[in-house]
Nanobody, 124 residues
């Protein structure tokens, strides 16, 4: 069974940066596609970014493109999300997740394992 533990969330002013981490156990991050999703209060969970398991190609939601960077460290078995130029609308609980294949990486329903989430709050 895969366990995912996120960390790195917090409160930051608009324009600031945060780096989220997601440590995986039970499966190597190199063997799965991994994604970041977020859920703001009163809204549905939405796709943020994904990194493919074989090609390591990365994909981003339009709302974060150019500001966020997803990456992973196979040696540390950890997924990251570097978030720069943060905006108040980025405020949400951020979740990492894994899926065995690369298809429909933007669809949360295709992900099997989820972390507990980490809160990111951006003040104006």
């Amino acid at each position: 069974q895969v366990q995912l533990v996120e960390s790195g969330g917090g409160m930051v002013q608009a324009g600031g940066s945060l780096r989220l981490s997601c440590v995986a156990s039970g499966r190597t991050v190199s063997s799965v596609t991994m994604g970041w999703f977020r859920q703001a209060p009163g809204k549905e969970r939405e796709f943020v970014a994904a990194i493919m398991r074989i090609t390591t190609n990365t994909y981003y939601a339009d709302s974060v493109k150019g500001r966020f960077t997803i990456s992973k460290d196979n040696h540390k078995n950890t997924l990251y999300l570097q978030m720069n130029s943060l905006k108040p609308e980025d405020t949400a609980v951020y979740y990492c997740a894994t899926k065995p294949n690369s298809g429909r990486y933007y669809d949360e329903g295709t992900y099997n394992d989820w972390g507990q989430g980490t809160q990111v709050t951006v003040s104006s």
